[in-house]
């Protein structure tokens, strides 16, 4: 079965850091997303990118956020400077022709545990 | 923006009895309503899902419930076995009708005892 897959699956940074998370969506899906779910509590939505430009974004995705897709298989999540409370597991997620709501179910990937010291 | 509650926050079952977990959400226009479990240290895994053009969807022991009108959907397991062990999450897609995101309820844990 088709799924989405992150790199690193947990790294560990500097507060001040750059940080570059990776993702491989499902090949065929055009929709891809960021969430993020900090330690006990829930799934938060971050970004959602399509045609190769943010459609949405939520408050929580600032100007230390920027997201990428460097080429036709890769969707980045770039965290400029980061602080003590980026800390947080993040998922990329991707869907397929016409996202949500519309005959499309999100996949999410297994995350990538970040922790900023 | 879109609300989504959910209940409980922990549920213990004996195994082999069911499980039932409700939400609420509050944009009347949502039209998609998944539900996932998340294992710990993993991602979340979509189990079942249902849109507002149904009441109610079943696949094998899981079922999820919508009423429209009270803007509540619910998710029932039967016949729980202890690798249902999960926390287990609703949503609801934002904004209305939208292609483009998830609100998530806060999750259930549940606990299926041997």
């Known amino acids: 079965e088709p799924e989405v897959t992150q790199t690193p699956s947990h790294q560990v940074t500097q507060m001040g850091q750059e940080v570059i998370l990776r993702c491989v969506p499902i090949?065929?899906?055009?929709?891809f997303y960021w969430y993020r779910q900090i330690l006990g509590q829930k799934v938060e939505f971050l970004v959602s990118?399509?045609?190769?430009?943010?459609?949405?974004k939520s408050e929580i995705f600032d100007d230390q956020f920027s997201v990428e897709r460097p080429d036709g298989s890769n969707f980045t999540l770039k965290i400029r400077s980061t602080k003590l409370e980026d800390s947080a597991m993040y998922f990329c997620?991707?869907?397929?022709?016409?996202?949500?709501?519309?005959?499309?179910?999100?996949?999410f990937g297994e995350g990538s545990w970040l922790t900023v010291v | 923006g879109e609300n989504v509650e959910q209940h409980p926050s922990t549920l213990s079952v004996q195994e082999g009895d069911s499980a039932v977990i409700k939400c609420t959400y509050s944009?009347?226009?949502?039209?998609?309503f998944p539900w996932y479990k998340q294992e710990l240290g993993k991602g979340p895994q979509l189990i079942i899902d249902?849109?507002?053009?149904?009441g109610e969807k079943k696949d094998q022991r899981i079922a999820v419930t919508l009423n429209k009108t009270a803007k509540h959907f619910s998710l029932h397991i039967t016949e729980t076995q202890p690798e249902d062990s999960a926390v287990y999450f609703c949503?609801?897609?934002?904004?209305?009708?939208?292609?483009?995101?998830?609100?998530f309820g806060s999750g259930t844990q549940l606990t299926v005892l041997p």
């Open positions: 997620a991707s869907s397929g022709t016409s996202g949500v709501g519309s005959g499309n179910t999100i996949y």
């Open positions: 090949s065929n899906h055009l929709y």
């Open positions: 990118f399509y045609n190769n430009e943010i459609s949405e």
């Open positions: 944009d009347s226009a949502s039209n998609y």
């Open positions: 249902i849109r507002s053009n149904v």
């Open positions: 949503a609801a897609n934002f904004p209305s009708g939208s292609a483009r995101q998830l609100t």
